[in-house]
């Protein structure tokens, strides 16, 4: 992949070659975490001081033709740059998703620093309906000594300082979709309120907040809710989706048959807990809840619901993306890759073929530990069309992944 035209300019032009080198080291310092970017930018800087001339310019102070060392840096520089870029094109080509809890600015910026193209940002609401980024239902780091996000005005949301708003990140993400088209934002909305009635509310300031930011073809949308995703898919109808929650393994095992089947009787429950709630479901409509709502809400689906089956499926027939999760049958076959390798692959390969026939894309988290080797292991046995959620920040990792041709 190519950078930025100010990086590699070959216009007949009149360029000022001091203006080039100055672009790019700003664009340098979008990701200083990247490799030893902030070794080579320390070091430039310190080149600079050494010539006497700290009011300079970067770009006036590297056309010196005595300093050899800051133009053996740029080099290093443009080299690492375009590390950079291969890497963000390699995780948008296996759909590499940072599925780190990220809730504070300090935490987005590193992970975009460190070479992230698609982070993952949770989403909840405050009483006064703004929106911030936050796994936790709950506002502070201390649970006892916080409160649920959705009970607290704006200014005591803020006056915790441990919680980001959506408005703030998305200006974060939008100087790095701005830098390249290669980056991409997940919002995971975690709730939408208590009612219907909040949700046109809360998902029109969510649209507000990405055409502010010229964020809007680039977001991709995730819920554990059907009726979430359903609400989404309303005021965003191409936007992409991800339905996760965990699909059961065994339990399920003809899981697209009993998605298109009318005769099977619903079964659906929750256990509840205190800011905990864990639903089982194995029934075909969609059941209205208030999903998330002052808590961390979970779904264990036997069957999927057919209308969202049929939104997913469409949203990939229009070329853009409909996921489920795959995440439960990855970790019991992680586990039974330890007993009997050629177990976990079947069942791998089973679920895998279960979202083909429905014509949905797979959302599979990937283990920690090697996430490169566990990535193309599991491409090569759920196939094309997976989303791969990484713990581990994918910016350095990404860089040598072969093509994705040679794993499908």
Known sequence: MSGPES??????????????????????????????????????????????????????TLDSPEDVQADALIAQIENTLKDVDKSLGKQIDYSIINHKQINTKDALEHELQSGTSIPELDIRFDKDGKPWISHSPRAGTRFFFSKPIHTLSSEEVADYGQRLSLEDGLEVVQQYAKDNPD??????????????????????????????????????????????????????????????????????????????????KDREFAMKAPNLELFFSNSAEIAERADGYGKQTGYLWTRLPKET?????????????????????????NILDKFSPK?????REHYAEQLDRLGIKKQVAISRKNPAE???????????????????????????LPEKSEQE
């Not at 177990?343 to 069942?347: H, R, V």
């Not at 599991?378 to 713990?391: A, E, P």
Request: proline share 3%; charged share 25%; hydrophobic share 35%.
């Open 183 to 264: 980056h991409r934002v997940v919002l995971e909305l975690k709730e939408l309120g208590p009612s219907a009635d909040t949700r046109q509310k809360y998902l029109e300031s969510i649209k507000a907040l990405l055409d502010q930011n010229e964020l809007t073809d680039v977001a991709i949308f995730a819920t554990l809710s059907p009726s979430i995703l359903k609400s989404t898919h309303d005021v965003f109808p191409n936007n992409s989706k991800i339905l996760n929650g965990g699909i059961c393994p065994i339990i399920s095992y003809e899981l697209a048959d009993k998605s298109l089947d009318d005769g099977e």
């Open 309 to 333: 089956v049929a939104t997913l499926a469409e949203l990939n027939k229009n070329g853009n993306t409909g996921a489920a999760s795959l995440t439960l049958v990855n970790k019991f076959a």
């Open 374 to 400: 566990n990535l193309q292991k599991t491409v090569s046995q759920m196939g094309k069309n997976t989303i791969l959620y990484s713990d581990t920040s994918p910016g350095e990792w990404a860089i040598d």
């Open 343 to 347: 177990t976990a692959q079947k069942i």
């Open 7 to 60: 990086i590699n300019q070959t216009s007949e032009e009149t360029v000022d070659v001091s203006d080039d080198k100055e672009k790019l080291v700003e664009r340098a310092r979008l990701y200083r975490k990247f490799g030893k970017m902030a070794l080579y930018l320390s070091k430039l800087d310190e080149s600079k001081k050494t010539t006497g001339e700290e009011n300079d310019t970067v770009g006036e």
